[in-house]
T-cell receptor, first 111, second 114 residues
Framework: GENVEQHPSTLSVQEGDSAVIKCTYS??????FPWYKQELGKRPQLIID?????GEKKDQRIAVTLNKTAKHFSLHITETQPEDSAVYFCAAPNTGNQFYFGTGTSLTVIP | NAGVTQTPKFRVLKTGQSMTLLCAQD?????MYWYRQDPGMGLRLIHY???????AKGEVPDGYNVSRLKKQNFLLGLESAAPSQTSVYFC?????????????FGPGTRLTVL
């Protein structure tokens, strides 16, 4: 089965600094890598995703990079703001339609 | 367009009781999923369905059963609740296709088993 590892588990940054969260996966057939943001007491919501045919994708202050050879992908948030404080989850599918999520990163942006 | 809805929002059970969680989506999605979320463990897949009338086991299926009799509904059942099933349960759905797509999550059900 798939195994998705996510680091770090907690991350504190000063407002305006960048934040980077990394995930590794084990199933070389995985071809879709989403990132979800979950605010306290709320449901997870997709913030960005990347497919295996590209190495990087950007959406304003958020970017995701993918290294298929090394089997890892990363979330980059630039110019962090207090509203970026949340728990972030990465995920990867296996060949059987199942999604495996990382254990989450609690990001705190200090004003 | 309500998206994905879940009922109930909260529930307290005693050990050995049974209950059913209902998930409904109005986006005509083929794929539906049930996850549980525990502190420090992320989201773990319990069961999933790739279409009406189909179900399959996920990562942590023991103690749960599911049914997908209608495309828009996905039910999660606990036949004999145990304290280890205390958790927040999320349902999700996604459009099917040759490629994977975004999963849309419901608001969650907080279950406590005493």
């Amino acid at each position: 089965g798939e195994n998705v590892e996510q680091h770090p588990s907690t991350l504190s940054v000063q407002e305006g600094d960048s934040a980077v969260i990394k995930c590794t996966y084990s199933d070389s057939a995985s071809n879709y890598f989403p990132w979800y943001k979950q605010e306290l007491g709320k449901r997870p919501q997709l913030i960005i995703d990347i497919r295996s045919n590209v190495g990087e994708k950007k959406d304003q202050r958020i970017a995701v990079t993918l290294n298929k050879t090394a089997k890892h992908f990363s979330l980059h948030i630039t110019e962090t703001q207090p509203e970026d404080s949340a728990v972030y989850f990465c995920a990867a599918p296996n060949t059987g339609n199942q999604f495996y999520f990382g254990t989450g990163t609690s990001l705190t942006v200090i004003p | 367009n309500a998206g994905v809805t879940q009922t109930p929002k909260f529930r307290v059970l005693k050990t050995g009781q049974s209950m059913t969680l209902l998930c409904a989506q109005d986006m005509n999605h083929e794929y539906m999923y049930w996850y549980r979320q525990d502190p420090g463990m992320g989201l773990r897949l319990i069961h999933y369905s790739v279409g009406e009338g189909t179900t399959a086991k996920g990562e942590v299926p023991d103690g749960y059963n599911v049914s997908r009799l209608k495309k828009q509904n996905f039910l999660l059942g606990l036949e004999s609740a145990a304290p280890s099933q205390t958790s927040v349960y999320f349902c999700a759905s996604s459009y099917s296709g040759r490629d994977y797509n975004e999963q849309f999550f419901g608001p969650g059900t907080r279950l406590t088993v005493l």
